[in-house]
T-cell receptor, first 112, second 119 residues
Framework: EAQVTQNPRYLITVTGKKLTVTCSQNMNHEYMSWYRQDPGLGLRQIYYSMNVEVTDKGDVPEGYKVSRKEKRNFPLILESPSPNQTSLYFC???????????FGNGTRLTVT | AQKITQTQPGMFVQEKEAVTLDCTYDTSDQSYGLFWYKQPSSGEMIFLIYQGSYDEQNATEGRYSLNFQKARKSANLVISASQLGDSAMYFCAMREADAGGTSYGKLTFGQGTILTVHP
């Protein structure tokens, strides 16, 4: 089944403790992206990648890192999480071009 | 200026009736794509329908259709014969070409409209 898989679905952590949210897609998509969703602010892009070893900042990259060592994987790293990073995170992928994004099921992160 | 504007924070519709969710967009690009997504209470983002800027016909997918008015920069979603399972948040989004016109970057989302279907 074609899908974007992100893990974990739920994560509660403490301020400053490094964490990684994994994202993997099995559709051979070149484009991958991370979004965060917050009430009243909609979905905002954090980082995106057009291909292996090519990443770029989105609208809200501060406090996040990503890597794209393989085409299928695009992990999101929070080196030192803070409470303002409490949010619902989505990974998404698509073909290059004007194609719809396919989303993972989301990761609800709480930083205390 | 907002790239995507959804002016209806919430909408109500009776089961089996049609409903229109409004979306206007702002771009100076000639080539772009417009998308609608559904987010039920379980949280996942479900792709519903796509309209390309050069498409002359309005897109349709089952009970979903997109009323595309290019000159007015509007891309309203029409849901016919509403069902209780249609109750969800609906997002309009746009994907624009980069400066070279060959690659498409991020999807920019509107704020969303919460649709409630009454029995």
């Amino acid at each position: 089944e074609a899908q974007v898989t992100q893990n974990p679905r739920y994560l509660i952590t403490v301020t400053g403790k490094k964490l990684t949210v994994t994202c993997s897609q099995n559709m051979n998509h070149e484009y991958m992206s991370w979004y965060r969703q917050d009430p009243g602010l909609g979905l905002r892009q954090i980082y995106y990648s057009m291909n292996v070893e090519v990443t770029d900042k989105g609208d809200v990259p501060e406090g996040y890192k990503v890597s794209r060592k393989e085409k299928r994987n695009f992990p999101l790293i929070l080196e030192s999480p803070s409470p303002n990073q409490t949010s619902l995170y989505f990974c998404a992928s698509s073909l290059l071009g004007n194609s719809p994004l396919h989303f993972g099921n989301g990761t609800r992160l709480t930083v205390t | 200026a907002q790239k995507i504007t959804q002016t209806q924070p919430g909408m109500f519709v009776q089961e089996k009736e049609a409903v229109t969710l409004d979306c206007t967009y702002d771009t100076s690009d000639q080539s772009y794509g417009l998308f609608w997504y559904k987010q039920p209470s379980s949280g996942e983002m479900i792709f519903l329908i796509y309209q390309g800027s050069y498409d002359e016909q309005n897109a349709t997918e089952g009970r979903y259709s997109l009323n595309f008015q290019k000159a007015r920069k509007s891309a309203n979603l029409v849901i016919s014969a509403s069902q209780l399972g249609d109750s969800a948040m609906y997002f309009c989004a746009m994907r624009e070409a980069d400066a070279g016109g060959t690659s498409y970057g991020k999807l920019t989302f509107g704020q969303g409209t919460i649709l409630t279907v009454h029995p």
